[in-house]
């Protein structure tokens, strides 16, 4: 271990020379020197007394007289120029500096100091039984006892260790307390459970407990920790011991006497004994303190708290340069992506105009499709009724040769003057009767050829198909080709147009009366000719089959059977068939072609239920 330095000796013959400088003036005052009296006025007597004495019997001309200070006292002393010199605790001093301009001119060298000279730290302490506060960061969250803001052992330098811990004394407590001087009530106030740990200037402990005051086993020292040639316990760091410090006004050769004066005490003077220390120094660096407040922002520091813009650009210049050289990459970046945006809208824009003019000639493509479709539908109903038109002749020519025959029979009985009333009237009747007949003939043709648009309702199937067969009776009479009905009744209705479902029907029991004209072996057997079925198929939809009993379908025929313009008919047009699928698919069915298992072709087609298609919407 290096030897501890020892005060700084002045010669004999130098002091001679300095104290001969100063002229005596016995009506000159006392030197009064301020005293931080921090464990109260009976303490600061009984360490600095003999202190002041000494200064006294070395200036007999003046004398000398301690003044003993707490802290808002010392300052205002200084500031009133009540004191001469003050001894006062490092922080006090470097906030003393900046605010009155004291200079220090010497250094307590404490016979507690470190090798390297410093003495000045804190313990912070808690009751020997507590087991859950063994380090700062066990301070979270618990109750904490200081003496004052100001206090720079008994506080600020615990503050700047526990800040580096992790701990916010002024966030993170459950409680901070400060008690005022003397720091005593610190240690009996952790000692009585007022509170869960207290800080302490170093060595107030040790004092305390070789007074006799507390017994020094009843605590420990939070995060103990040791400094070369320091002797106390610590929690933290230490830092120069107290300075002497002149003040501004006070004579420049009365300080310089003084300082000579406290160089040239004796090893072991009474003095030095009772204020605990081995002598003086010359002033020591006090940076340490200063970057002990500046990062507390406390002192002379203080006014880091309001920080400006310009402390902030100038404190983090290069945070600030990256997020300029960011901005402008952003912006950039953003200028890239709005110019790309307009970019890609303007494409955009000339894809829509595209897709809108596709859409509306898509548009006009299906409607004149539909125009087309309904020009077929029409031209293909006129062509059915072409193909039947002899049969429907027939039929009309049946009520109008019926309504000649009573008319003539009418006219002969009248010429004749024979007749009575009710055999005329009964003959009118007839003749009403035959015209009714013709005229749902005329009107079941017109209303099927007539160009509509498609109406969907709720239809009756059945109904439908009577409607088709009562059109195809002629021609199945003239052909000899019986027509058998296999109508399912209380079939559900079904959402449609109801000229296209007899349009169907009755194109498919055409179809079926030209397979069997020329007719199949055997059509005049039970079983053979036309017939029609309704009904409903596993699904629930309604089904509508028509069979014959023709020669059936080749391979090639049955592939081909819906494609448009191919027809197994000399003459037809190949779209009877074509146009029926269209229709049917229209209304959400579907029409296919099978082999009849007698022999002959069954056409059907299924068309969902009213209901179903209203719950699918």
């Known amino acids: 271990m290096p030897p501890t330095p020892r005060p700084l000796r002045l010669t004999l013959a130098l002091a001679a020379t300095i104290l001969a400088v100063a002229p005596a003036r016995a009506a000159e005052p006392p030197i009064r020197v301020g005293v931080l009296a921090y464990r109260g006025g009976d303490h600061a007597n009984a360490v600095w007394e003999p202190t002041v004495r000494y200064l006294a019997d070395r200036f007999p001309q003046r004398g000398a007289e301690m003044v003993p200070l707490d802290l808002p006292g010392m300052d205002a002393a200084v500031a009133a120029g009540g004191v001469d010199f003050v001894l006062t605790n490092t922080g006090n001093y470097v906030e003393l500096e900046a605010r009155h301009g004291v200079t220090r001119i010497a250094t307590l060298h404490s016979s507690r100091s470190g090798v390297s000279g410093a003495a000045v730290g804190s313990a912070l302490i808690v009751r020997a039984a507590r087991d859950d506060i063994q380090s700062l960061a066990d301070l979270k969250g618990k109750s904490v006892m200081a003496v004052d803001p100001d206090a720079f052992g008994g506080f600020q330098i615990a503050w700047g260790a526990m800040l580096t811990a992790g701990v916010d004394p002024y966030a993170d407590l459950k409680e901070l307390r400060f008690s005022g001087f003397p720091v005593d009530r610190v240690a009996f106030a952790v000692r009585d459970g007022e509170v869960d740990a207290g800080v302490l200037r170093a060595c107030v402990l040790e004092e305390l407990a070789e007074e006799g005051r507390l017994d020094r086993a009843g605590f420990q020292v939070v995060g103990a920790r040791t400094e070369p040639g320091f002797g106390c316990a610590l929690s933290t760091g230490l830092y120069p011991d107290w300075p002497l410090a002149r003040l501004a006004n006070t004579p420049e050769d009365l300080a310089k006497a003084v300082v000579v004066a406290l160089f040239q005490m004796p090893d072991g003077h009474p003095a030095a004994l009772a204020g605990g220390y081995e002598g003086w120094t010359v002033p020591m660096d006090y940076q340490p303190v200063h970057g002990l407040f500046r990062s507390l922002r ?320």
């Open 298 to 617: 406390v002192g002379p520091y203080e006014h880091l708290r309001d920080v400006t813009l310009l402390d902030l650009a100038r404190e983090h210049w290069h945070w600030l340069a990256l997020a300029a050289l960011a901005l402008l990459w952003w912006a950039v970046h953003s200028l890239r992506v709005e110019h790309l945006i307009k970019v890609r809208t303007a494409e955009l824009r000339a894809a829509n105009r595209e897709l809108r003019r596709e859409m509306a000639e898509r548009r006009r493509a299906e409607d004149t499709a539909r125009e087309r479709q309904k020009e077929m539908d029409h031209v293909a109903r006129l062509s059915i009724l072409g193909e039947m038109a002899s049969n429907i002749a027939h039929e009309l020519n049946q009520p109008l040769g019926a309504i000649a025959n009573y008319a003539r029979g009418c006219t002969r009985r009248l010429e004749a003057g024979v007749g009575s009333p009710a055999e005329f009237a009964e003959a009118s009747r007839a003749i009403a009767a035959q015209a009714d007949r013709a005229g749902q003939i005329i009107a079941r043709i017109r209303d099927f050829v007539r160009k509509r648009a498609v109406q969907l309702e709720p239809a009756d199937v059945n109904g439908a198909v009577e409607a088709a067969l009562q059109l195809c009776e002629g021609r199945a009479r003239s052909a000899d080709i019986p027509v058998t009905r296999d109508l399912t009744p209380g079939l559900p209705p079904v959402l449609a147009d109801w000229v296209q479902i007899e349009q169907v029907v009755l194109n498919l029991v055409k179809n079926a009366l030209d397979a069997m004209d020329g007719g199949a072996d055997g059509e005049t057997e039970e079983g053979c000719g036309v017939t029609v079925h309704t009904g409903l198929d596993l699904e629930g939809r309604v089904e509508i089959a028509v069979a014959d009993r023709g020669h059936g379908l080749s391979e090639d025929a049955r592939a081909r059977l819906f494609d448009p313009f191919f027809t197994t008919k000399p003459g037809g047009m190949g779209l009877g068939l074509s146009i029926c699928r269209t229709i049917v698919e229209s209304h959400g069915g579907h029409l296919w072609a099978t082999d009849h298992p007698g022999g002959g072709t069954v056409v059907r087609f299924v068309l969902p239920a009213a209901e179903e298609k209203v719950d699918a919407g």
